[in-house]
């Protein structure tokens, strides 16, 4: 009679599954796909997400209608056109719902939602347990990545004092670009994404912060995607990647990877903040079918996800070194370096 470490172990190696250390339940993801294969499931699944979400951040003391009908007043569709590239197509993998949004990120209510649902969601993060709420969450969760960045350049032997240029891929709204800004003073980030809703906003927020500071900020916004940025080869000193990885295929991750590698000088680093498969806190997860449920509402190519071999991927893409640092109980750092 086989264990439930073995059985797990023999089905994960059936199904082309490349664990990394990590330990999943194959039968139970493969019982949840099939139910969000079944629309009604999927919706009510979607619409408990959402409700949690906006509960957690009402917890935390934040006031999300409020918020949003402050956001709402905005002129977004002359904020869309001054954004928008008309030339830019859309992956079919980025039309599908996600995050539950019936159009993912392609839409407004994701995008003026997007702070507050980072808060609510990341407010878990530096508890190993996932029971104390933090509303610092989302802020301790991005200075964790640059602090990791630091720790692996240096190890790396990576020259930190040389990054001036740095491309963050699959910005959003911009809090990852933020963070960089802050990470490293004097840097100039490029921030890239698919959604020009997002970067409207992002646009917007930056606005707010230049009024309020006095200064303009070293940040730029380009529509377009990850895979094929347009941007110049050899330009830049670091590229961001921030919990983006999870929410693609495979192969688009991978073409992300060849992307970032053809816009970094030599030196240059690649920079990956993701969740930890390997983690006890998603093994505990992916261990219990209310819990996977809940996660993979939101997040339809997280099976994927979940077999990537980064490092692997990375050296596939051309890096040279590849460094891995814990981040958070449920999150991981990776630094690659093209020689």
Known sequence: MHTRRSLRRVACKAQGVRTSGAEFNPLLMGAVEALFKFPPFFDAAKKNARSMIVKRYESLGGDWEGAMRDLQAQDWEARFKAVEDPAVTYPS???????????GNLCWEAALEVTMAAQS???????????QLDPNGDARLRSSYSARIHE??????????????????????????RELLRAFPGAEVTGVDLSPYFLAVGRYEQERREAAGGRPEALRWVHGAAES???????????????????LPVEATKAIMRE????????????????????PVFQRI??????????????PWLQEYISLDMPGALREAGF??????????????VTALKQ
């Open 93 to 103: 993998y980025y039309t599908q719902p996600f995050h539950a949004y019936s159009k």
């Open 121 to 131: 969601v990341h407010a878990l993060v530096m508890d190993p347990r996932g029971k």
């Open 152 to 177: 692996n350049m240096a190890e790396l032997g990576a020259d930190r004092s040389g990054v001036r240029r740095i491309v963050d891929l699959g910005c959003a709204s911009g809090l990852s670009s």
């Open 229 to 247: 940025t347009g941007l110049a080869a050899g330009g830049a000193d670091l590229v961001s990647m921030c919990l983006v990885a999870h929410e």
């Open 260 to 279: 970032a590698h053809r816009l970094l000088r030599p030196g240059g680093v690649m920079c990956i903040m993701e969740m930890n498969p390997a983690s």
């Open 286 to 299: 992916f261990s219990n079918p209310f819990a996977y449920t809940a996660f993979k509402s939101t997040e």
């Open 320 to 333: 040279a070194q590849v460094v891995t640092r814990e981040s958070t109980p449920r999150h991981k750092t």
